[in-house]
């Protein structure tokens, strides 16, 4: 187990090392660094991939936490690569993972190689949707996770028939009460940077599920037009999670990706 103090926090990381290009892994929102054991497992062999509980969710979750921006976490992204004496790296970040990459790249952008955003966006929440998650993120820290909450996460994130929703649930039925209401509410605050996406510099690729039902395809696609040189891949059947639902497409696409690295 390793955990890096830095930032003001204690966030816990795994780190294949070697002296292939870095790559990091930033998770989703409920989810922790273990969603990305697929790529880690494709890809350990030529690079060095580094993944991490964010604010807020697996090892590095506390009881008591304090609001923050992905903003504060693109910075502990940076401080995280500063401890193990990575000067820049390729960030994949899935949906809120992909947020606090996206900001990682405009506030700290020498020490970004390279960007991939799996299965996220720009722009904020559909309007529409929030007072649906609201209610959802309510019941679930009154109630716990019950078979119904339960189900609808797994669906939002993992598609129905995603064979390792067990595993999952398991993590959600024991996260803390208020860190699932404070990661709630830095999603549905955070700002919009559509009109900020032409600054982006770094070779980038956007990986998206076809069947995203969080996040509508057409919202990566934009993205990806705004972004210059952008590379777009469309995941046939793919979910939210698609890195965890259809692995091998996925896998191939950050392969050839990473092999100009």
């Given at each position: 187990?390793?955990?890096?103090?830095?930032?003001?926090?204690?966030?816990?990381?795994?780190?294949?090392?070697?002296?292939?290009?870095?790559v990091v892994f930033s998770h989703g929102l409920l989810m922790d660094h273990t969603m990305f054991a697929p790529q880690v497992e494709a890809l350990?062999?030529?690079?060095?991939?580094i993944t991490w509980d964010e604010r807020g969710h697996g090892q590095t979750a506390v009881d008591e936490p304090e609001p923050f921006s992905y903003?504060?976490?693109?910075?502990?992204?940076?401080?995280?690569?500063?401890?193990?004496?990575?000067?820049?790296?390729?960030?994949?970040?899935?949906?809120?993972?992909?947020?606090?990459?996206?900001?990682?790249?405009?506030?700290?952008?020498?020490?970004?190689?390279?960007?991939?955003?799996?299965?996220?966006?720009?722009?904020?929440?559909?309007?529409?949707?929030?007072?649906?998650?609201?209610?959802?993120?309510?019941?679930?820290?009154?109630?716990?996770?019950?078979?119904?909450?339960?189900?609808?996460?797994?669906?939002?994130?993992?598609?129905?028939?995603?064979?390792?929703?067990?595993?999952?649930?398991?993590?959600?039925?024991?996260?803390?009460?208020?860190?699932?209401?404070?990661?709630?509410?830095?999603?549905?605050?955070?700002?919009?940077?559509?009109?900020?996406?032409?600054?982006?510099?770094?070779?980038?690729?956007?990986?998206?599920?076809?069947?995203?039902?969080?996040?509508?395809?057409?919202?990566?696609?934009?993205?990806?037009?705004?972004?210059?040189?952008?590379?777009?891949?469309?995941?046939?059947?793919?979910?939210?999670?698609?890195?965890?639902?259809?692995?091998?497409?996925?896998?191939?696409?950050?392969?050839?990706?990473?092999?100009?690295?």
């Open positions: 187990m390793a955990f890096a103090d830095v930032n003001g926090q204690r966030l816990y990381y795994e780190d294949t090392g070697g002296s292939g290009p870095v350990r062999d030529q690079y060095r991939c903003y504060d976490s693109a910075d502990d992204l940076a401080a995280l690569l500063t401890h193990l004496g990575v000067e820049s790296a390729v960030l994949v970040g899935m949906s809120q993972g992909g947020f606090l990459s996206l900001r990682c790249a405009l506030t700290h952008p020498d020490r970004v190689r390279g960007l991939v955003m799996l299965d996220s966006q720009a722009g904020t929440e559909l309007e529409e949707k929030i007072p649906v998650y609201q209610q959802l993120i309510s019941t679930f820290m009154t109630q716990g996770l019950t078979p119904e909450i339960g189900a609808t996460i797994t669906q939002i994130i993992l598609g129905n028939d995603y064979s390792g929703a067990e595993y999952w649930k398991e993590k959600w039925a024991a996260m803390f009460p208020a860190n699932i209401g404070n990661n709630f509410q830095t999603l549905a605050a955070r700002d919009d940077l559509t009109e900020r996406l032409p600054e982006i510099s770094q070779p980038t690729l956007v990986v998206h599920g076809d069947a995203d039902i969080a996040i509508p395809l057409e919202r990566a696609k934009a993205m990806a037009d705004r972004i210059p040189d952008a590379e777009l891949v469309v995941v046939p059947g793919g979910g939210h999670a698609a890195n965890l639902s259809h692995p091998e497409p996925v896998n191939r696409a950050l392969a050839d990706f990473l092999e100009r690295f």
